[in-house]
């Protein structure tokens, strides 16, 4: 007969299996790692991997939309205790100015990042399911953040909100960029301008 294993099991190897990967990643890169550095890593079997994912590109995925939903919530307990748009929009520069990814801890993490989202410009479904995940919920919620603030005559109504929360990301995701692959970089000064500047823009 075969063994019953609980969901609590399931879940259990499914996290260890996906922190096994972030490790692998995070040292050698998406594109340089295996299935085999994940199953070292891990101490389970290949097959027992495959059992949870179907690849390694299912594996970053996961581990991605894991970040996400931590982020989200996080996110959106710390929006929720704030009243004003503007408290808001200073909050989310602020808690990307503590992800310096000059810090060792942050540096594998986002060069992992970088280095998928250029490999899924190669894969039509991955890039697809990229696309919506930045267009659900990183354009999402800072068009709701804006559109707040115009109602409440914080912000320029005559600005577009998906406009500036593309320019939002843009930024976040240029200065990170800049400060994974430059070394000395100001990431952190530069942010605060980026910040003073697109606060000032929205108002006016």
């Known amino acids: 007969m075969t063994p019953i294993v609980s969901e609590e099991y399931k879940e259990k190897k499914r996290q260890e299996i996906l922190q096994s990967a972030h490790v692998c990643f995070a040292e050698k890169g998406f594109e340089a790692s295996i299935v085999d550095d994940i199953v070292a890593h891990s101490g389970l079997s290949k097959g027992a991997i495959y059992n949870y994912f179907k690849s390694k590109d299912e594996i970053y995925l996961a581990l991605m939309e894991g970040q996400t939903n931590n982020s989200g919530s996080e996110f959106a307990k710390a929006i929720a205790e704030r009243k004003t748009s503007l408290d808001k929009l200073n909050y989310l520069f602020e808690a990307y100015q503590d992800n310096d990814p000059n810090d060792e801890e942050n ?4 060069i992992v990042h970088f280095e998928f989202r250029l490999y899924s410009t190669r894969n039509p479904k991955l890039k697809e399911v990229l696309t919506e995940r930045y267009k659900d919920f ?6 709701r953040i804006i559109n707040e603030g115009q109602n409440a005559g914080e912000f320029n109504k005559e600005h577009d909100p998906a406009i500036y929360a593309d320019i939002f990301w843009a930024m976040i995701s240029g200065v990170t ?5 430059l070394g000395d970089y100001q990431y952190k000064l530069l942010l605060r301008e ?3 500047m697109f606060l000032e823009k929205l108002k006016l």
Do not use: E, Y
């Open 177 to 181: 960029l800049q400060a994974t692959i």
């Open 194 to 196: 980026m910040q003073t």
């Open 107 to 110: 540096k594998g993490q986002a």
């Open 138 to 143: 990183f354009v999402s919620l800072l068009t």
